[in-house]
């Protein structure tokens, strides 16, 4: 073989041999990742390092019912810094600027000098680079606007390396103003009121987007950079909805102040007051005061109006003898006698708890209710339903029970708020419930029982609305930017809860309980109302001696107006360890105050003071003296519909009044010297006054009635006092 | 005369090969143009465009090398061989030595004043494959004796193979596998190459122990976890499931120049595994164009040296196109798989200036070699 041919076989090999197969081979390679197995590594390459990150949705608000927010999420931000995402020029450039505007601006535990030293430091480093610099957290947006306007910081997350990530806080702009009713969600903790029950239409729902780590070499991995892929599809999240509850922001404060100085003042263990729309069943406040353990302080710490069964007792009499008066046993004006408040079933005894029935024997129906005869009630249930007969259809207690039932008394309200607790009313007979002999004469009383506050405030309720049964309502509309999505209509649970007459008769009682009966004492002129109060034992023990207590529990349910009602509410105090017991002493008074306050405040309840004829002026009904603006002065009198003379030309006016008429004179003011302010209000007082340079103070309310300075006295920059009355 | 004539008379040699180096030229800066377009890239602090401008400097500056290259007679570097391999020796002792530090491989020297870092086995390597195309062709009569011709040519590439290999093993095999086809092509008794080959294999077993006591030198960890990768890992590592996952997105035409998503993901997209962001951006087209781009080159060499058997020129143009195709073949074989991950670069497509520098020299002589052997075969 000669030396070119050896050489060129060799060449043939290595090209035929080597180049050529392991070329196609690299070719086939190729081929079979990209195409024969590309499905795998094209869905590898999504999943593994493009993921799908949440975005969270926007919590919808709660609203009281004239939309101011109860809850709503405040966004804020927590402000990070990589210093190394910027150009070694921009970052060197900007060091001084931006660790001025660090030090002075963000954080004044540096200086200047030594936040320069830090950021300097961050950034000259060639191990454990870190990327991830925690500068401010829980900013506000408009500081973060503020922030993001530093130099460098100006050049955006991937020139500048600023990060914010955004975040978002639950704030109750009313504090703990209902707070167990608004709730929370918390994670790993039970969900609570309305925040908790109303999550699904709160949370919204939260978007997705595909993202994708911002560095993959080099970087501190244990920080979360993420940065979202736009052209892959995103899914919005959807804000959550807003929810507009029943609550009236000012009945709640009332009520919750009523409530915590009556808490205050019995130290009791806990306490709970509701106050409920009539006609609709909206409730327009609930407040809740728990004590908490060895301290003297009370808290909103759990929703006791909804989530506590307790035996009612005096105030479900009007329960028992709605029974007794529907089937037509009794009558009001039928005799009783109480046996001076102290009777035996079986062998347990039964007392009143209150002194009025002491040297009381046989009274009338209507007054063994007001003064809350345990005994007088007890007696006339059980000899109407205590033992089968004719009378009752030989159904016994079985009848009491059913007509309990015909009050809806054994059913939740379904109020829109998880944790209703459900209402324990026993069977008759039944030996599951533990029915005993004595359990008919102590249930017509309110024990062997369990109602929440609610539900019992539902009942009277509906003796308020003349026997409609509303459902309970805390939540008025879902909506969503200010729009009602879903508006939740007033329900009427019972139309007839009773006959017209037994209606009637109930009301009578109840207004008769605070005319002259257990109440009394909170009577008032100033406005109506009627209601029951209640003193229930709670931990007691039966004996054949009498019974044991370890409590009481005080409370009051009613309504008013007495005429036509507005609002029902409920007052319940558990366990007043001082300064009295009784439902007319703790919780009735704590009725009086909401009741007193909300009436008040409701314009319609008044009537307009210049809505009847022209009042009959004479001298001594007129107002006189009084100094003023006249355009003000005028609009009043136009208001209360009175005519008056003249029309002077000076800005001020004085009022004065002769035989019938009244007349505006012109009121002229010096300017070198303090003028007489005597007879004005106090805001035109103090315009006049300080508007010359004077320094005011006051002392009492009203209108000024005497000023320390003699009108005249030149002008010298004086303090002057003026006494008000 | 218009500027294409005037570029037509003025690159001699062989236009198909002055073709396929403008076009890899084309290639290299559209994948680094989308290399640098990664977030990593550009969040490290990097300037694209600088970087872009960058390379586009060197690619130009390589390419007039080429051109200044290929106007030299070939003979011209026979006679510096010797000198430039004794000078290599120095070079790379001083890199293992003293050598900067980058991805913990000393491969890189800093040349002094200029500041720039050099790759001294690019170096070496050039140095390497003229003396061994010089001592083949010159001991053609005797070219199957043992002492007089084959211990000559073995004992410098030995050497240089050795020294380059503590740092950069992977530079080190390919070489010495170069030499080894230069051999073959240049009629060295077969069995003398077998010999080698096994004795390769034993030098790589005793590297490996060495490496286990004197870790600092060789870095034996690297190589026994890419290792370990390959051959445990049915996928591959991290880096290879990146670069299936590149090559998968592209499917037949690719996702477009820029659009590559895998670039965030691959550790440098724009050397190791430039490979796989083309076949992402221009499909199995754009990788089948690659690929036919180094074979044809081959094949215009290998016409080469049919065309002058034994000339000194055709050996060592066949040599370097060897080392540039042995190149560029492991380089696509450990984007697509074939082999443990190494650090090799795609010729002259890969970012980093020593190779782009040292693969155009090897075009300029190679063209050089192409002017003459064309202009006798005239």
Known sequence: MDVKNEVLYRVYFLVFALVVPISMLLFYKTVQISIIDGDKWREDGKKAYIRERPIEAERGNIMAADGSLLATSVPYFDIFFDPFASSEDDYYKNLDTLAYCLATFVDDSYTVGGYREYLYDLRDTLINRKRHIPIKRKVSYSEKREIEKFPLFNLGQYRGGFIAVKRSERKRPFGVLARRTIGYVREEAQDIGLEGTFDDILGGSPGSEFAMPVDMIQVDKSQDLWMPLEDLASIEPKSGDDILTTLDINIQDISERALMRAVRHHDAEWGTAIVMEVKTGKIRAIANLGKVEDREEWYEIYNYAIGTGIEPGSTFKLASIMALLEDGYITLEDSIDIENGRTTFYEDVMEDASPYSFKLDTITVRKAFEISSNVGIAKLVDKYYGTPSKINENKGAAKFIERLKGFNLNLPTDVKIQGEEMPFIKEAYSSEDQWSGITLPWMSTGYEMKLTPLQLLTFYNAVANNGVMMKPMLVEQVQRFGEPLEIYRPTVVKKELASKKTLEQAQQLLRGVVERGTAQKLYTERFSFAGKTGTAQVDYKRLASGTRVGGYQASFVGYFPAEDPLYSCTVVIYKPRRNGFYGGDVAGPVFKEIAEKCYESILELHEPINAGPRPMLGERSLPVGSIGYKEDMKQVLEFLNLSWYGDPETELTALTASADSLTLNRRTVSDETIPNVVGMGLRDALFLLENKGLKVDVEGVGKVIRQSHRPGTPLKGQTLILTLN | ?378
């Open chain 2, 1 to 378: 005369m218009s500027v294409a004539a005037r570029l037509y008379t003025e690159l001699r040699g062989d236009r198909a090969i002055w073709a396929v180096l403008i076009l890899l030229a084309i290639f290299s800066l559209l994948a680094v143009y989308s290399a640098t377009g990664s977030l990593a890239y550009r969040s490290a602090g990097g300037n694209t465009e600088t970087i872009l401008l960058k390379h586009g400097i060197i690619l130009a500056g390589g390419l007039f090398l080429t051109y200044l290259c290929h106007l030299l007679h070939y003979m011209k570097y026979s006679r510096t061989a010797p000198i430039l391999l004794l000078l290599s020796v120095p070079l790379l002792v001083y890199t293992i030595a003293y050598g900067a530090d980058i991805n913990e491989a000393k491969r890189w020297i800093m040349l002094p004043y200029v500041g720039i870092t050099f790759q001294t086995s690019d170096f070496a390597k050039l140095a390497l494959i003229i003396y061994v195309a010089r001592a083949i062709s010159s001991k053609q009569d005797y070219i199957k004796d043992f002492n007089s011709a084959f211990l000559p040519i073995i004992v410098p590439v030995l050497i240089i193979c050795g020294l380059i290999a503590p740092a950069d093993l992977s530079t080190a095999v390919l070489l010495f596998f170069t030499c080894l086809i230069m051999m073959f092509v240049g009629r060295v008794a077969i069995q003398y190459i077998t010999l080698l080959v096994l004795l390769g294999i034993v030098v790589f077993a005793i590297l490996i122990i060495l490496g286990r006591f004197y870790p600092e030198f060789v870095r034996v960890d690297t190589w026994v976890s890419r290792m370990n990768d390959f051959l445990n890992n049915p996928d591959g590592g991290y880096q290879v499931v990146q670069s299936k996952i590149a090559i998968a997105n592209g499917e037949w035409f690719g996702v477009g120049p820029g659009n590559s998503i895998q670039r965030n993901y691959l550790p440098s997209p724009f050397a190791d595994f430039i490979y796989a962001i083309i076949c992402e951006e221009f499909g199995i087209v754009g990788g089948f164009a690659v690929i036919s781009l180094y074979v044809l080159f081959f094949f215009r060499v290998a016409r080469l040296v049919t065309k002058s058997p034994k000339a000194f020129g055709a050996m060592l143009a066949m040599g370097l196109s060897v080392m540039l195709l042995i190149q560029a073949f492991t380089n696509i074989a450990v984007s697509v798989h074939l082999v443990p991950v190494t650090g090799i670069a795609l010729p002259l497509i890969s970012k980093g200036g020593t190779s782009v520098l040292f693969t155009c020299i090897s075009f300029g002589i190679i063209l050089s070699v192409s002017k003459y052997i064309e202009s006798i075969g005239d």
